[in-house]
Each structure stands twice: as C-alpha cells, then as structure tokens.
C-alpha cells in the first residue's frame, strides 16, 4: 500500500499544472482574481472527486463537507498565489516562497504522519482506511 504514496505526490504537481494552465489561458492575473478563479475551480473539482470515490468508497456525510471546503479552500490559495505570480514581474521570489513553504509542508506532513495522531480515525472510527468497501 505504501509503495503508492509517490503516485499522489505526483497527482499533486498535476494539481499544480492544471491551474496554472486554465490561468495562463484565461488572462487570468493578479492576487484577488486568481483567488475567485482558484475557489470555482475548487468547488468543482472537489466535488467532482469526491462524488467520484464515493462511487467506490461509504463516506460519513461530515467528511463530504470536509472535503469540498478543504478543495475549495487549497484551490483558492493556489489561484491566489499563481495570480500574484502571473501578474509580477518576476516569478524567482515567488517560486522560491512556494518551494520553501512546500518543503516545510511536506516535511511537517511526514512527522504527523509518522508520530503525531490521526484525526481521521478519532473522526470516523471503523471507517478509514483500508476496508472501508465493506460498509457498502
């Protein structure tokens, strides 16, 4: 199971291209208008994946809410960032932020997940992780 944690490392730069793209594409600049742009696509596409895994997965109806602010909340701060990167001059300081701060995220996300607790489990006991098929 574990062997597969890279894929979603990697499912997460797609989430970076894609905006970035539909952005560029759009004419889309500046902090406030990529932070509108970010929060619609999020809510899209949130919902989208998550009615998506529900096919397959008995989700509790407080992780639905959980996961739809939780996308639109990640898509806002990334429209917002990539439109302050598109309508600055340079994109050095901006990138080398956004570097860092993945960085501290990903090692932050390591330590939790190796010695800190699990909230999902306490939240939804008997419901996450793997067998979660059977409750269909």
Known sequence: MFQYI???YASFL?????PLWLMTRLSVTGF???????LKLGILLADAGFFGQLSIFA??????????????LIFTLSGAVTGAGL???????????VAA?????L??????????????????????????EKDR
Do not use: D, H, Q
């Open 32 to 38: 406030r208008a990529g932070a509108l742009f970010g």
């Open 101 to 105: 701060l993945f960085l501290v995220c």
């Open 107 to 132: 090692a932050a996300g390591t330590v939790l997940r190796n010695i800190g607790p699990n909230p999902a489990a306490k939240m939804f006991p008997g419901r996450v992780g793997i067998g979660w």
């Open 6 to 8: 890279p894929l979603g």
């Open 59 to 72: 989700f509790p109806a407080g992780m639905l809410l959980l996961r739809m602010a939780v996308g639109a």
């Open 14 to 18: 797609l989430w970076i291209v894609l």
């Open 87 to 97: 309508a600055a001059p340079r994109l050095r300081p901006l990138a080398l932020r």
